[in-house]
């Protein structure tokens, strides 16, 4: 079992940034990739990002390449979301997820995922 914990989100105005986090603070982070996924009101839940176990292959969604940067330390058994030049439209709550994987695949929708936080809300006025 991964239990994860986001924290970070907030109210910050269009053009600004926020760095969200994630925490695993269970007994492994060994071996898992690590994706953030938002879900806006009425819409689906939507990928964003995936680092891979290593750190060394990180993949985005079109939208947030070039503003979004996802990073880990896997000593400290946390993942991050930095989100630059935010717009209006990144308005939504953001969750963090863990799948089982030595590898660098890509895992873009969230049946992929094994493991969810509680979400932390990100709300980007204009």
């Known amino acids: 079992q991964v239990q994860l914990v986001e924290s970070g989100g907030g109210l910050v105005q269009a053009g600004g940034s926020l760095r969200l986090s994630c925490a695993a603070p269970g007994r492994t982070f060994s071996g898992y990739a690590m994706g953030w996924f938002r879900q806006a009101p009425g819409k689906e839940r939507e990928f964003v990002a995936q680092?891979?176990?290593?750190?060394?292959?990180?993949y985005y969604v079109d939208s947030v390449k070039g503003r979004f940067t996802i990073s880990r330390d896997n000593a400290k058994k946390t993942v991050y979301l930095q989100m630059n030049s935010l717009k209006p439209e990144d308005t939504a709550v953001y969750y963090c997820?863990?799948?089982?994987?030595?590898?660098?695949?890509?895992?873009?929708?969230?049946?992929?995922?094994?493991?969810w936080g509680q979400g932390t809300q990100v709300t980007v006025s204009s």
């Open positions: 680092i891979s176990w290593g750190g060394g292959r990180t």
């Open positions: 997820a863990a799948v089982q994987s030595w590898g660098s695949s890509w895992y873009s929708t969230p049946d992929e995922y094994d493991y």
